[in-house]
Structures are given as structure tokens and as C-alpha cells.
């Protein structure tokens, strides 16, 4: 089992910044791969970026290519995204997920994740 509580969304203005944290427990943290996905209202949960157990390799979708950065400090069991220059597309809620599986890549599917926190809601205003 693998519990996940984002925390750090909020109303920013277009083109300002926010800093996101998942913060993990139950399973050892640096044995699986992370991600992080958002759902804009009336639309489907997306990926938004993934990272691998030991943070060496990430992935990103195109629309946040360049603004977020993903990362994780497996010390403390908690994994981060770094949102520069958001946009009213941007607005949603964000999760945070575990892909638990043996697998190393880095997969991007909603259907490849097993545990997800309760989200954190992101407003950008224009």
C-alpha cells in the first residue's frame, strides 16, 4: 500500500509560479517510479510528467515541456513539481501517482499507476 497527499496548489497569475509536493508513505519510496497528472474540469485526467525511482530520468508532456521540472528527494519520501510561466490552461487538479509495477521506464498512462492522492487544485488567472 501507498498513501499520497499533494499539497502546495492555490490561484496564481498567469505567468507566475508554483511549487507542488506529494508527500508518500507505506511502501518504500525509492522502489517506484512517480508521476504527476491533472484534470481540467469536464475533461480527462492527463499525464503531465513522470519520474523514475532514482530520479535519474524524467518525462514530459509537450504542453509543459520547458515550464515544469519533476523531481523527488527519496530521503524524504516526497516528490515535487516546479510550475514557471503557467497559463490558464494550466488551471486543474493536480495528483500525484505511483507505478509500483517492477518495470524501470517511464510509462504515462493513467491505467499504469496504482496509488493516487486526493489532488491539489491549481488556478491561474489571466
Known amino acids: 500500500q501507498v498513501q499520497l497527499v499533494e499539497s502546495g496548489g492555490g490561484l496564481v497569475q498567469a505567468g507566475g509560479s508554483l511549487r507542488l509536493s506529494c508527500a508518500a508513505s507505506?511502501?518504500?519510496?525509492?522502489?517506484?517510479?512517480m508521476g504527476w497528472f491533472r484534470q481540467a474540469p469536464g475533461k480527462e485526467r492527463e499525464f503531465v510528467a513522470a519520474i523514475t525511482k532514482t530520479g535519474t530520468s524524467t518525462y514530459y508532456a509537450d504542453s509543459v515541456k520547458g515550464r515544469f521540472t519533476i523531481s523527488r528527494e527519496n530521503a524524504k519520501n516526497t516528490l515535487y513539481l516546479q510550475m514557471n510561466s503557467l497559463t490558464a490552461e494550466d488551471t486543474a487538479v493536480y495528483y500525484c501517482?505511483?507505478?509500483?509495477?517492477?518495470?524501470?521506464?517511464?510509462?504515462?498512462?493513467?491505467?499504469?499507476?496504482?496509488?493516487w492522492g486526493q489532488g491539489t487544485q491549481v488556478t491561474v488567472s489571466s
Open positions: 507505506g511502501r518504500t519510496f525509492s522502489d517506484y517510479n
Open positions: 501517482a505511483a507505478d509500483i509495477s517492477p518495470y524501470s521506464i517511464i510509462r504515462y498512462r493513467t491505467s499504469n499507476y496504482d496509488y
